[in-house]
């Protein structure tokens, strides 16, 4: 009933004038000249790298080289070759994957098709173009904005902002509201301008007969002692007059191994789109779980459809049982399976700026990394992509949640206009019906911004982009994946869309984009949050020696060199360095590796402290930083940088996220209260150590007592008075006793100030169990574990208390001797 050819591979590629438009494809066909190798998918950028265009645009100040690609035509081609056989069905679909931007589409030297949309695939059925033997496809890209007017953009009475305002004119343009596609692409504060121009996704031509599936919906529902599974099966009878008898069997296989199926039984295909619904019913389900709070069960689902002599099974697919509700009021808050969760996670960015080169292998190592660092959610931002079906499978296999955004960023959008309303209808059709099969689809929101931005930054004097967030996505969401929230926008809520009483908060004008720089780098003012959930908060911080050289690509190391700074955060604006200086010690006495450690670890100690915050705080259900992994390298937010290394924060984010968490803050005058934050499913009973230490281990006054930190929640479970001792000659701290975690930590001043002595660390390496036991005899600040590429402590830049003994572990690919380990500390 089906044959497929995959045209992926290698293409032909060449570029012309922008003016060549689709009415000169037979004159650029017919070039026999400056043809490149292009692979698909993949993007332009990658075949111009290969034929020595240009340069890779993401090193050095490559980036700038590579704006010309923006203003000219690009045509790409395949031929290929079709048997008699192929032309025995019914009809024979094109489909086109990830066409960025507007594409022009000629089979055979005809033109056979518009597609101006990234984020769903141009189908046509185009049987009437083809023949046996060798057939050509061509494809005509562009960037996508060259078409949009001045009065295009009037007519939204806003125009879109660029980053000229932060001294970067090239970054943004103000016609990219009109084009479909990933946002970020003409630069933002964590990435250059490099326009993309792709088939970003698979080509497939599909020969059906009779029939085939179309689409599977699944929705469960509670029944006594288990679920029942509804699944609406979208069977397409392909004959334009004629029917057929037909057949449609589910099953679905649980993870234990149980089967459940149902069938049709014979049924009458009509010509077109034939709903069929079917059911089955799983006692004692096993629950798809977020990381940490359970196993993601995945259960296997199959379903075949029979019609006449042919059989056709739609790809088999993971689908994980569990159920959602958004609590907006008094709180903001997710509950999955009837539990009530603290979202734990940070911002997802493209992982490329090139976005269409990232791997499934790199998904599956980012996703990794994000569960392995404890997280439970990420939020994939409306500025970037609807990632491709190998993110979503690694964070349904990791236990990822994901708040999905809509496509829509820091901008109104056109949608007074048809073809733009046709266009994100469409997007939004496919992309929710798709992703509905995705266990870790937690939340659709609107927009990035946008409702934030009607009512501070644009004033009401614009309303474009609003039908699109009230209407149009509510609508469709409700109608395909009617199982996950809908929220109108992030962030949102109240009569002020940022509002700290309603909705969720991005929390950056009190802190990070404080123009008092103390504000900025003050970690202590996130105890001052009171929000409901916070889904954006950062803090910036520099990466490895290797990334950073790395990136530099041969440039001078140096912040006043100008591929530093274009490698430095548009928000940065010295914030390092006062951050350094606040904490650490005078930057300017640093060479470049100790001020890429001492910025990596304010970095950590921003973040760590403003998680710990948020998760103490009993009316917050959320702390979202800014953001997790790195498109290219620089000075910025993330904690994952472009090489995939883990930056120092990392480990500090890491800590704060553990399923278990003591958090020390002061408390009045002279007290200090411990919360015990336990996101495990069942209470936690422990004894609890607290007190204080010198630095020098000299002098303790220690106590313990039994504490029950009940399950899914934040308790306060201990207040206890600081005492007389010195601020500058010690520390106070809380830990589970006998655990093999660092302890919560109260520092009374910042680091600088404290009265330390040298540490010693003695260490030791048991090569059978890859652990490496660790023990200071005074305070050891910030000890790092450094390994040979390929291996990772389970935890690192870690601080030592005088007397306390640590092991940790060491993954990696064999087994480690200690010659290979280096320690070092503060």
């Given at each position: 009933?089906?044959?497929?050819?995959?045209?992926?591979?290698?293409?032909?590629?060449?570029?012309?004038?922008?003016?060549?438009?689709?009415?000169?494809?037979?004159?650029?066909?017919?070039?026999?000249?400056?043809?490149?190798?292009?692979?698909?998918?993949?993007?332009?950028?990658?075949?111009?790298?290969?034929?020595?265009?240009?340069?890779?645009?993401?090193?050095?100040?490559?980036?700038?080289?590579?704006?010309?690609?923006?203003?000219?035509?690009?045509?790409?081609?395949?031929?290929?070759?079709?048997?008699?056989?192929?032309?025995?069905?019914?009809?024979?679909?094109?489909?086109?994957?990830?066409?960025?931007?507007?594409a022009e589409i000629f089979l055979n030297g005809m033109h056979i098709g518009s597609h101006r949309s990234a984020f769903y695939p141009f189908v046509k059925d185009v049987r009437a173009w083809l023949h046996t033997g060798s057939n050509r496809i061509l494809i005509r890209l562009s960037s996508g904005v060259e078409q949009v007017t001045e009065e295009d953009v009037a007519a939204m009475q806003i125009r879109t902002s660029t980053e000229a305002g932060n001294g970067r004119p090239e970054r943004g343009d103000w016609r990219r509201a009109f084009a479909r596609k990933p946002q970020y692409s003409w630069g933002w504060d964590w990435s250059p301008r490099v326009p993309t121009s792709a088939i970003g996704g698979d080509v497939r031509l599909r020969a059906l007969s009779e029939a085939t599936v179309r689409d599977v919906?699944?929705?469960?529902?509670?029944?006594?002692?288990?679920?029942?599974?509804?699944?609406?099966?979208?069977?397409?009878?392909?004959?334009?007059?004629?029917?057929?008898?037909?057949?449609?069997?589910?099953?679905?296989?649980?993870?234990?191994?149980?089967?459940?199926?149902?069938?049709?039984?014979?049924?009458?295909?009509?010509?077109?789109?034939?709903?069929?619904?079917?059911?089955?019913?799983?006692?004692?389900?096993?629950?798809?779980?977020?990381?940490?709070?359970?196993?993601?069960?995945?259960?296997?689902?199959?379903?075949?459809?029979?019609?006449?002599?042919?059989?056709?099974?739609?790809?088999?697919?993971?689908?994980?049982?569990?159920?959602?509700?958004l609590e907006t009021q008094p709180d903001f808050?997710?509950?999955?399976?009837?539990?009530?969760?603290?979202?734990?996670?940070?911002?997802?960015?493209?992982?490329?700026?090139?976005?269409?080169?990232?791997?499934?292998?790199?998904?599956?190592?980012?996703?990794?990394?994000?569960?392995?660092?404890?997280?439970?959610?990420?939020?994939?931002?409306?500025?970037?992509?609807?990632?491709?079906?190998?993110?979503?499978?690694?964070?349904?296999?990791?236990?990822?949640?994901?708040?999905?955004?809509?496509?829509?960023?820091?901008?109104?959008?056109?949608?007074?206009?048809?073809?733009?309303?046709?266009?994100?209808?469409?997007?939004?059709?496919?992309?929710?019906?798709?992703?509905?099969?995705?266990?870790?689809?937690?939340?659709?929101?609107?927009?990035?911004?946008?409702?934030?931005?009607?009512?501070?930054?644009?004033?009401?004097q614009t309303r474009s982009g609003a039908w699109i967030y009230n209407h149009l996505l509510p609508e469709v969401v409700r109608r395909n994946d009617p199982g996950v929230p809908y929220w109108n926008g992030s962030p949102y809520g109240g009569a002020h869309p940022n509002?700290?009483?309603?909705?969720?908060?991005?929390?950056?004008?009190?802190?990070?984009?404080?123009?008092?720089?103390?504000?900025?780098?003050?970690?202590?003012?996130?105890?001052?949050?009171?929000?409901?959930?916070?889904?954006?908060?950062?803090?910036?911080?520099?990466?490895?020696?290797?990334?950073?050289?790395?990136?530099?690509?041969?440039?001078?190391?140096?912040?006043?060199?100008?591929?530093?700074?274009?490698?430095?955060?548009?928000?940065?604006?010295?914030?390092?360095r006062a951050g350094i200086q606040k904490h650490y010690t005078d930057p300017e006495k640093l060479d470049l590796d100790q001020y890429l450690l001492y910025s990596g670890l304010t970095q950590g100690l921003m973040y760590g402290y403003a998680l710990d915050a948020l998760r103490a705080n009993p009316r917050c259900h959320g702390g979202l930083f800014w953001m997790f992994a790195d498109c290219w390298g620089e000075v910025g937010w993330t904690i994952i940088d472009a090489l995939q290394k883990r930056k120092p924060s990392y480990y500090f984010v890491r800590r704060a996220f553990q399923p278990l968490r003591l958090i020390l803050r002061p408390y009045g005058f002279n007290e200090l209260h411990v919360t015990a934050a336990n996101d495990l499913a069942e209470d936690q009973n422990f004894e609890l150590e607290y007190g204080y230490v010198t630095l020098d281990g000299l002098d303790r006054e220690v106590q313990r007592t039994p504490v029950c930190a009940r399950a899914l929640s934040r308790t306060r479970v201990l207040r206890f008075s600081r005492g007389p001792h010195g601020s500058m000659e010690g520390l106070w701290y809380a830990r589970i006793a006998g655990a093999n975690c660092q302890a919560s930590l109260f520092r009374a001043l910042d680091f600088r100030n404290l009265k330390r002595i040298g540490a010693e660390v003695k260490w030791e390496m048991d090569e059978a169990q890859q652990t490496i036991k660790l023990e200071s005899n005074t305070y050891a600040h910030a000890v790092q574990i450094l390994l040979p590429p390929g291996y990772y402590p389970e935890d690192n830049y870690f601080d030592l208390l005088p007397g306390e003994t640590r092991l940790v572990g060491v993954a990696g690919k064999s087994a480690l001797s200690r010659a290979e380990i280096q320690l070092s500390w503060i």
């Open positions: 009933m089906k044959q497929e050819i995959l045209l992926n591979g290698v293409w032909e590629m060449r570029d012309d004038l922008l003016e060549f438009d689709p009415e000169q494809a037979a004159l650029v066909d017919a070039q026999v000249e400056d043809w490149l190798a292009q692979p698909v998918p993949g993007d332009i950028h990658q075949g111009l790298i290969k034929a020595k265009r240009i340069a890779e645009p993401l090193l050095g100040m490559n980036s700038y080289a590579c704006e010309w690609t923006e203003k000219r035509s690009w045509w790409l081609r395949r031929d290929f070759d079709l048997q008699a056989s192929f032309f025995t069905s019914d009809c024979i679909e094109l489909e086109l994957n990830g066409l960025d931007s507007n919906s699944l929705r469960p529902q509670r029944i006594d002692g288990g679920v029942r599974l509804s699944a609406q099966i979208n069977v397409e009878g392909l004959h334009f007059y004629k029917t057929c008898q037909g057949a449609v069997t589910l099953k679905v296989i649980s993870p234990d191994r149980r089967v459940f199926s149902a069938s049709s039984g014979p049924c009458l295909l009509r010509s077109g789109l034939n709903h069929i619904d079917l059911a089955v019913e799983i006692p004692n389900p096993l629950l798809w779980w977020p990381n940490g709070l359970g196993k993601p069960h995945l259960h296997k689902v199959e379903v075949a459809l029979e019609c006449g002599a042919g059989q056709e099974t739609f790809a088999q697919f993971e689908y994980g049982i569990r159920f959602l509700e808050a997710l509950h999955i399976n009837g539990r009530k969760i603290f979202c734990k996670g940070a911002n997802w960015i493209p992982a490329d700026t090139i976005y269409a080169r990232v791997s499934a292998a790199r998904y599956a190592r980012l996703v990794g990394e994000a569960a392995a660092a404890h997280f439970n959610m990420l939020r994939v931002w409306g500025g970037g992509l609807y990632e491709p079906e190998a993110f979503y499978t690694a964070c349904d296999r990791k236990g990822i949640l994901i708040w999905q955004d809509f496509m829509f960023a820091c901008t109104p959008y056109p949608d007074h206009l048809d073809w733009f309303r046709e266009e994100v209808r469409r997007e939004a059709e496919f992309q929710t019906r798709r992703l509905s099969r995705h266990a870790c689809i937690g939340l659709w929101s609107g927009s990035n911004e946008n409702n934030w931005g009607f009512d501070e930054w644009w004033k009401e509002s700290a009483e309603v909705g969720d908060r991005h929390h950056w004008f009190d802190a990070m984009m404080n123009p008092d720089m103390n504000k900025r780098i003050t970690p202590e003012i996130y105890d001052q949050v009171d929000a409901r959930f916070i889904s954006e908060f950062g803090y910036i911080g520099a990466c490895s020696k290797e990334t950073t050289l790395h990136y530099l690509d041969g440039q001078p190391a140096e912040e006043s060199s100008p591929a530093w700074q274009h490698h430095t955060n548009t928000f940065e604006k010295l914030t390092v």
